[in-house]
């Protein structure tokens, strides 16, 4: 039965059937189960409305089985019901199926669509300009909480929650903060940029820029934010002040071949965005000093000798240190815009979660590895891997902070994901290892300000923050949490502090 629904399923989305309208056989169908069971919370188009998008893009995150689960059971503590009751397994797997299928068409987001979705809450200027809380603003964390998409605001000084807010689906990539710390920029994967008042604890302004979405960069001076999307292939700027559309710019190769966006960043001391395109072998710069509405530059097409799409940047952001899909790595010098050096690598290295230190009076920056337990560690001046250092298994985030010896890694795509490393900075050894919590999953370190405490996300849906003592390695409190993913403290990000992402 499962087999046959499927067949036909197939001849329909090929074209080779045609159902009619409200027909018997597109009844049973997968396009009409979804305009009967979710058009109205995802969109009749499939964009999202009252839901996220429901298209590849948006879906390929989750695993056949977690959305065979979402489809059968919902989602808790969301508006998503489980259609178990209503549909039997052959028809969500067949749903399941088309929704993992693009439409015909490549859906577009165009302008008109941007400028309409723009929601101004609280104007510019409109808002009290001192906190409404007494915690210390400039040592507040945000918690990104994946399980029911919200955010947590933590006093850095208490170790407390003083806020939780419910945020668009999804978010993704670090929120972004405005350099006195007081407005926080995020971006979801469907498309949505937000501005939150970290003083007033509210959003002030919201817009769908695209329909996949990977992250979003704010300028230094505080004009501008620029997102980088994979669905429509666009960058699109923003006005900072209220989120309002400066400019679209497609993204195409001087060959003339489109690409996604991998990521933007902010590169400060160059007063310039530089975009990570994901399907061309180029690295686009967009300067944005003395940038006036309306006369936004052409992006500088740096061509490079591979297509790189994981970046780092040394401090002075004069370097990008890229991976490249095959494991090979490149440092890039953006100033004549040309590949200076080889980086020896291998495996899939997170270059984008690196770190610096100084050790031995030398500068160097050490990543994770996705497929390989290690660590490679890097001269930043003559580009050599110095030393590779074992670890439990392949790990995504390493974390540490300018008053702290150690660096914290973790393991979470291994079997050992419940357990963190603790790599001392000048031995470069492995010194010593925590387990918050066996068999649940530990990563992604944050410290406070003054980097006396570590905070480590349990990501589970009955997750917590577990803080440590940086320096005794004891736990020192868990406070719960719905799935915590990332963690930001708004002095280290402000500071660019060299133990933690920007
Ligand atoms: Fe991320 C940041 C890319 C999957 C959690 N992730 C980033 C950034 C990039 C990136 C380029 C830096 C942008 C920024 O901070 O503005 N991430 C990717 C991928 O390509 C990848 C492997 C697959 C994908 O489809 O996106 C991926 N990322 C994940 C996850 O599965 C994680 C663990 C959970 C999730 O929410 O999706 C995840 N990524 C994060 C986090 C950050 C991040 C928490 C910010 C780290 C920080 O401390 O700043």
């Not at 059971?73 to 088309?98: C, H, I, K, V, Y």
């Not at 010194?431 to 300000?449: C, D, K, M, N, Q």
Request: glycine share 8%.
């Amino acid at each position: 039965m499962n087999r046959l629904l499927r067949w036909l399923a197939a001849l329909l989305l090929a074209g080779l059937c045609q159902a009619p309208a409200f027909g018997a056989e597109d009844v049973a169908g997968p396009a009409a189960l979804y305009r009967q069971h979710c058009a109205a919370c995802h969109g009749a188009d499939r964009l999202g409305a009252m839901g996220p998008a429901l298209l590849p893009e948006s879906l390929e995150r989750l695993r056949p089985a977690e959305l065979a689960a979402v489809l059968r059971e919902g989602r808790p503590a969301t508006q998503m019901q489980g259609f178990a009751g209503e549909l039997d397994d052959a028809r969500l797997a067949s749903l399941a199926d088309w929704l993992r299928t693009g439409p015909a068409t490549a859906p577009a987001w165009t302008d008109a669509e941007i400028r309409g979705s723009h929601v101004v809450y609280h104007a510019a200027g409109s808002l009290p300009a001192s906190p409404v809380f007494q915690a210390d603003p400039a040592n507040l964390f945000l918690v990104v909480e994946a399980g029911s998409h919200h955010v947590s605001v933590l006093d850095g000084d208490r170790l407390e929650p003083i806020h939780r807010f419910r945020t668009r689906f999804a978010l993704h990539g670090g929120p972004k903060f405005s350099q006195d710390g007081r407005y926080v920029f995020m971006a979801s994967r469907d498309g949505w940029v937000s501005k939150y008042d970290l003083w007033n604890l509210t959003f002030t302004a919201e817009i769908r820029v695209g329909l996949n979405t990977r992250n979003v960069a704010v300028s230094d001076d505080g004009k501008w934010v620029l997102a980088g999307n994979t669905l429509p292939r666009t960058l699109v700027l923003l006005r900072a002040d209220d989120l309002s559309l400066a400019k679209v710019l497609d993204v195409t190769g001087r060959d003339g071949q489109g690409s996604r966006v991998s990521a933007v960043y902010d590169a400060a001391p160059r007063h310039s965005f530089i975009a990570a395109l994901k399907d061309i072998a180029e690295v686009w710069e967009i300067p944005y000093a003395g940038m006036a509405s309306g006369t936004i530059p052409e992006p500088r097409k740096i061509v490079l000798a591979d297509v790189l799409d994981d970046f780092y940047f040394d401090q002075s952001y004069r370097h990008i240190l890229g991976a490249s899909r095959d494991g090979g790595g490149q440092v890039v010098d953006l100033t004549p815009g040309r590949k200076v050096a080889d980086l020896a690598l291998s495996g899939m290295p997170h270059l984008g979660s690196g770190i610096t230190w100084m050790r031995d009076g030398h500068e160097v920056m050490a990543s994770p590895n996705l497929r390989q337990g290690r660590i490679s560690v890097i001269d930043m001046q003559s580009w050599q891997t110095i030393a590779t250092v074992p670890t439990n298994g392949p790990g995504f985030f390493l974390r540490s902070h300018e008053n702290t010896p150690y660096a914290w890694a973790d393991a979470m795509m291994s079997p050992k994901r419940d357990t963190l490393q603790l790599i001392d900075k000048q031995t470069l050894a492995v010194v010593g290892s925590l387990t918050p919590s066996p068999g649940r999953t530990a990563a992604h370190v944050e410290f406070t300000r003054d980097g006396r405490y570590a905070l480590v996300s349990l990501m589970e849906r009955d997750g917590a923050i577990v803080v440590y003592d940086a320096r005794t390695l004891r736990e020192v409190k868990r406070i719960p949490m719905d799935k915590p993913i990332g963690k930001y403290n708004v002095f280290n990000k402000t500071t660019r502090s060299s133990g933690t992402s920007h």
